[in-house]
Structure formats: C-alpha cells, structure tokens
C-alpha cells in the first residue's frame, strides 16, 4: 500500500512558479512509478507529467513541455513538480498518482491516488 499526499498549491500570478511535493509513505516508494495529473472545473483529469521508479525516463503533456520539470528524491520519499511560466489555463486540482516501476500517461494505469492540491494562475 502507497499512501501519497500533494502539497505546494496555491494562488499565483500569470508568468510566476510554484513548487508541488508529492510525499509517499511506504519503504517501497523507491520503485513506484509516479505520474502527475490535473482537473479543471468541467474537464477530464489529465496527465501532465510522468517519472519512472528511477528516473531514467520523464515525460510531458505537450502543453506544460519546457516549462514544467518532475523530479524526485527516493530518499525522501518525495516527487516533486517544478511550474514555471504559469498560464491561466493550469488552473486545476492537481493530483499525484503512483504505480508500480513505470511511469504512464494513462490514468487507469495508476493504483494509487493522493487528494490534489489547487493550483489557481491569475491573469
């Protein structure tokens, strides 16, 4: 069992960052691959970036491609995503999801899920 939770939303201005953590419990995080999603009001929920257990693989939606970067830090149980360069249209629930070794863009892959966290980008 993973257990995550998403911290580091947060109203902010077009153009500016922010910093979201995923942080896991489970001493097996270290081999969890682990995607980024996001929903908007009226929207599916949709991948926004993926890391593999080792990082040796990332990937990106199109439309956060250079400006978002995903990372992680399996000593600390943690995956971050770093946002740059916010637009209005990232406005969203941000969630963490988690399965195991392979990151994926598909949201039926992912067993587990954290709450989210809001992201709110002013114009």
């Known amino acids: 069992q993973v257990q995550l939770v998403e911290s580091g939303g947060g109203l902010v201005q077009a153009g500016g960052s922010l910093r979201l953590s995923c942080v896991a419990s489970g001493r097996t995080f270290s081999s969890y691959g682990v995607g980024w999603f996001r929903q908007a009001p009226g929207n599916e929920r949709e991948f926004v970036a993926g890391i593999n257990w080792n990082a040796d693989r990332r990937s990106y939606a199109d439309s956060v491609k250079d400006r978002f970067t995903i990372s992680r830090d399996n000593s600390k149980n943690t995956v971050s995503l770093q946002m740059s360069s916010l637009k209005p249209e990232d406005t969203a629930v941000y969630y963490c999801?988690?399965?195991?070794?392979?990151?994926?863009?598909?949201?039926?892959?992912?067993?587990?899920w954290g709450q989210g966290t809001q992201v709110t980008v002013s114009s």
């Open positions: 999801a988690a399965r195991q070794r392979w990151q994926s863009e598909r949201e039926s892959d992912y067993a587990y």
